[in-house]
């Protein structure tokens, strides 16, 4: 499961796992950058503009109304229709016109990944077999048309992004989850229903699993869940004016060039407190010229860069080397990791010695500088999980923070245990139209090299990537490719959101793998059967996590390289910002202008 | 060069040079190509495309062998920070005299020399092979006429209506890693000279059919049939020597265009692998992260190799063009 990043992630190959759509990697280069750590460098919160000062605190805290909030965006979404986008910044932008079931608690640091209620009272309840959940809806809440919002209206949200043929961008976790996955949405079945969904009285709604889902409170996170008026629903021109259950409503949308929103005078902000309308008037301009919007960011033309994946290398050399721009920039941890797929079934990596050698012998500096250094590229990662996900525990195993340019000593003792005292060939695939993943596999060839290990690179495009050649087990198999460099992001903060289509044995298909290491160990998989179980309470099921991490790592299935970070530039215009851990950008649903 | 002296055959007519010459001295009868050479190296323009020639083929053979490792990492000459190299001008020093490359402080003189290598070789043989095909092709074409030109003359067509990129990008993703016992970057250069030579050789092949065409029907033609000469002594014996000029300079003009048609494929990601340096990734690895922003000289040194060498082909191939063929005066 992996948000996409970026619309530059075009190559995402949408895989029907299990569970989750699966899209892999970004080639969005998450420019980010790193002062070292997670979230857990602190600053007090509520304060004074600093460096990485929005990480764990809100910057320019303010209660101050009125103003224009402008928003730019380098390319477009893929649609402003919340049941219809993948984007994590659509996501996070739509929170201000469409309020999901549930929400993510508007906080900084790690508060943020939290779930609260959003228009239901509270959070879902499982039923004791685990297949039921429930929803309570607030009453009196209304759509910006004055209509109330009712249970009906959430059941057609989510009934109408069962057609993909009119709404083919969000993600399909209701039809893999729930009971009735034939249904055939209310466009083509205007007369039928989704069984699955029932409304037993206005507001209360449940939802009916095909089998156990403890994380099914991520899922009614989701902007699909937002309530749409079946009677204002226009099909693939929805997004153009979606009814709002938001603070902001539309009032102009010109499909790719300019949105414009404006206070929605049916909101109240007691019914929505992680949600604020401070602006009076919100702008969000399209198609704007990467290197040209970040120019009139730095000039305060514009407030925030919509897609919050960080500036460009021209403006990221103007800030780092500016201190008083600095001060006003955050380097935030995008939740998503680079690393290599470590195979467990091509021999001789399928020997964990080997795969240990490999681990020892990488040298993480170089990966980090590849994906662009410590700002731009990231943080030395040393786990599976980000420190931005439940369940990230801080180890290791392979002295990658130790040693970052890699502990050659203990690859030879690996390599002699493996049986290749002497080093051993490899096949290393990774996608030769991303010029960061290139130079990637370039440097791990050279630093390999260095005990004798010898890769040979095999560069794909983007686009088959997932579904013809790393993704396809038979053909790493036939071509001996050991190594498979990847990239990925939870679609929600947690363990399972991370980690089961990456490394959970059931996860292996024959196209569109997104195991790729084929790790089906025993042990991690029955540690994700255990998670599972709906009676397990979250502190144990975060320790699971952690656990599986770590098993995952004692297999060595999993080279980690870098945690991903964006160097985002905070306007100073801009009130109460502060970074929402789970977007790794600024809070958009918060913001307000101080001039 | 192999010009007929057939006077009939001789596409210059009578040129001004022939008969000018300076008092008292008497008047010497010069071949074609002592002509043309004479033109050629009143040429200045020319002249200088010829020489940069020669260097480009001298750094290509002899440079790899003077310069360092292309492949060693140098990161203690690069800013972490800003992924650019240290100093100014992309890390110019008298060890780096190019400077090094972002993010892994490689030897950018050394990537250059042995991207202009792989460049070349590509090039030249990839153009051997377009010629080759381009006049077997077009001679018979031109000659024979009737069905077999008809036949001959729409596959050209239909080359020159391919979807040329798009098949090379598809076909180097689906080859196999290792094919008639090459493996890696030497199966790849093979690949890549087919792909580039094989579908630039109908350009070749329409310009001698062209000039089979006006030959043909030419005196010193039927005597030879008349003699009775077979088609193929015709074809190679008697036609393919008036074809030298021609050729020649097609195959000058068309080298520029495969060096640049294989910069674009290793734009793409579909030519050379990784490590070995090639022109073309490096000027993508400089556009799409961004580089060129932060360190111009990453761009501009593979960008300006790409443009002299293409410009030294095209002026070159100009000048050879005016000198054997002065009808375009």
């Given at each position: 499961m992996k948000r996409r990043k970026s619309i530059a992630i075009a190559a995402c190959a949408a895989l029907t796992g299990l569970t989750l759509a699966a899209c892999s990697s970004s080639s969005s280069t998450p420019t980010s950058g790193s002062s070292g750590g997670a979230s857990s460098t602190g600053t007090s919160s509520g304060g004074a503009e600093a460096f990485n000062a929005s990480l764990n605190g809100v910057v320019n805290p303010s209660t101050k109304k009125g103003g224009t909030l402008t928003f730019a965006e380098s390319s477009v979404p893929d649609s402003l229709d919340p049941g219809d986008t993948y984007y994590d910044w659509t996501w996070n932008f739509t929170r201000l016109y469409a309020t999901p079931l549930v929400t993510y608690k508007s906080a900084p640091g790690s508060a943020g990944l939290q779930i609260t209620p959003g228009i239901a009272t509270g959070l879902g309840t499982e039923s004791a077999n685990g297949l039921v959940w429930t929803y309570h809806l607030k009453h009196g809440l209304k759509f910006s048309d004055g209509e109330a919002i009712t249970s009906a209206d959430v059941k057609y949200a989510v009934e109408r992004t069962y057609d993909r043929s009119?709404?083919?961008?969000?993600?399909?976790?209701?039809?893999?989850?729930l009971a009735d996955p034939t249904y055939p949405g209310p466009y083509k079945d205007k007369k039928g229903t989704l069984t699955s969904v029932t409304t037993p009285d206005a507001y209360t709604i449940q939802f009916h699993l095909l089998k156990p889902f403890p994380d099914f409170n991520y899922v009614a996170a989701i902007p699909q869940t937002a309530p749409v008026p079946p009677s204002k629903d226009t099909g693939a021109n929805y997004q153009l004016n979606p009814i709002s259950s938001g603070p902001y409503m539309f009032s102009s949308y010109q499909l790719n060039k300019q949105a414009t929103l404006v206070d929605n005078p049916n909101w109240t902000p007691t019914e929505d407190p992680q949600a604020s309308q401070l602006a009076s008037k919100i702008v969000l301009d399209l198609n704007v010229n990467a290197d040209d919007l970040d120019n009139r960011l730095l000039a305060g033309d514009i407030d925030v860069d919509a897609q919050g994946t960080g500036v460009q290398a021209a403006a990221r050399a103007k800030i780092l080397s500016s201190p008083t721009l600095m001060k006003n920039a955050d380097d935030a941890l995008s939740g998503f990791l680079w690393f290599a797929y470590l195979n467990t079934k091509v021999a001789p990596m399928n020997n964990v010695a080997c795969r240990e050698a490999v681990e020892y012998a990488a040298d993480k500096t170089e990966q980090q500088d590849a994906y662009g250094g410590p700002y731009a590229g990231g943080a030395i990662a040393s786990t599976v999980m980000p420190p931005n996900i439940v369940g990230y525990k801080s180890f290791d195993l392979y002295n990658a923070l130790s040693q970052p340019s890699g502990d050659l000593t203990a690859a030879k003792a690996a390599l002699k245990t493996c049986g290749h005292p002497n080093g051993f060939t490899t096949g290393l695939a990774y996608r030769s139209d991303?010029?960061?993943?290139?130079?990637?596999?370039?440097?791990?060839?050279?630093?390999l090299a260095r005990v004798g290990i010898t890769v040979q690179l095999h560069g794909y495009t983007s686009g088959a990537y997932y579904t013809d050649f790393a993704g396809s087990p038979n053909y790493v198999h036939q071509h001996d490719l050991g190594i498979d460099m990847g990239g990925w992001a939870a679609d929600w903060p947690d363990g399972y959101g991370f980690l089961d289509e990456l490394t959970n044995g059931n996860a292996i298909v024959?196209?569109?793998?997104?195991?790729?290491?084929?790790?089906?160990?025993?042990?991690?998989?029955?540690?994700?059967?255990?998670?599972?179980?709906?009676?397990?309470?979250?502190?144990?099921?975060?320790?699971?996590?952690?656990?599986?991490?770590?098993?995952?790592?004692?297999?060595?299935?999993?080279?980690?390289?870098?945690?991903?970070?964006?160097?985002?530039?905070?306007?100073?215009?801009?009130?109460?910002?502060?970074?929402?851990?789970?977007?790794?950008?600024?809070?958009?649903?918060?913001?307000?202008?101080?001039? | 060069m192999a010009v007929s002296l057939d006077p009939s055959a001789g596409q210059s007519g009578p040129s001004p040079e022939a008969g000018v010459s300076s008092a008292g001295v008497p008047i010497e009868g010069r071949s074609l190509g002592q002509i043309a050479w004479?033109?050629?190296?009143?040429?200045?323009?020319?002249m200088a495309g010829g020489i940069i020639i020669v260097f480009l083929i001298l750094v290509a053979v002899i440079g790899p062998h003077l310069v360092q490792n292309p492949n060693t990492y140098n990161p203690n000459l690069v800013d972490p920070t800003f992924s650019r190299p240290i100093g100014p001008w992309g890390g110019i020093s008298l060890a780096h005299p190019f400077g090094v490359e972002p993010v892994t402080g490689r030897d950018m003189l050394a990537r250059t020399v042995v991207g202009a290598q792989y460049s070349l070789l590509i090039g030249f043989l990839a153009t051997v092979l377009a010629v080759v095909i381009g006049v077997f092709f077009g001679i018979i074409a031109g000659y024979f006429g009737g069905w077999v030109d008809t036949v001959i003359a729409r596959s050209m067509d239909v080359f020159l209506a391919f979807p040329l990129l798009v098949f090379a990008i598809a076909l180097v993703g689906v080859i196999p890693d290792t094919a008639w016992g090459l493996s890696g970057n030497s199966l790849r250069v093979v690949l890549l000279v087919f792909i580039i030579g094989f579908f630039a050789w109908p350009y070749m092949g329409r310009i001698v059919r062209g000039q089979v065409i006006s030959l043909r029907e030419r005196e010193f033609v039927d005597a030879a049939r008349s003699i009775g000469a077979r088609g193929p002594y015709i074809l190679f014996r008697e036609l393919l020597p008036n074809l030298v000029a021609p050729i020649l300079v097609y195959s000058t003009?068309?080298?520029?265009?495969?060096?640049?048609?294989?910069?674009?494929?290793?734009?793409?990601?579909?030519?050379?692998?990784?490590?070995?340096?090639?022109?073309?990734?490096?000027?993508?690895?400089?556009?799409?992260?961004?580089?060129?922003?932060?360190?111009?000289?990453?761009?501009?040194?593979?960008?300006?190799?790409?443009?002299?060498?293409?410009?030294?082909?095209?002026?070159?191939?100009?000048?050879?063009?005016?000198?054997?063929?002065?009808?375009?005066?």
């Open positions: 009119v709404l083919p961008n969000g993600p399909t976790y209701f039809p893999t989850l991303r010029p960061k993943e290139v130079q990637a596999a370039e440097s791990l060839q050279a630093a024959p196209a569109g793998n997104t195991n790729i290491s084929e790790l089906n160990d025993p042990v991690v998989n029955n540690l994700f059967t255990q998670a599972t179980n709906p009676k397990l309470s979250s502190a144990a099921e975060t320790a699971i996590w952690s656990q599986i991490d770590h098993e995952i790592m004692k297999d060595a299935a999993i080279l980690p390289e870098v945690y991903a970070k964006s160097l985002l530039y905070r306007s100073p215009n801009i009130t109460n910002a502060y970074v929402q851990g789970y977007y790794g950008m600024y809070n958009y649903a918060v913001l307000g202008v101080s001039s | 004479r033109r050629l190296r009143r040429d200045r323009v020319a003009l068309l080298i520029p265009t495969n060096i640049l048609f294989e910069a674009t494929l290793d734009y793409l990601g579909v030519g050379l692998i990784p490590p070995t340096p090639s022109w073309g990734q490096m000027l993508s690895n400089a556009v799409t992260n961004g580089f060129y922003y932060i360190d111009p000289m990453f761009m501009v040194i593979p960008g300006l190799a790409i443009f002299i060498t293409v410009m030294a082909f095209n002026l070159f191939g100009d000048g050879l063009r005016d000198a054997l063929d002065p009808r375009t005066h």
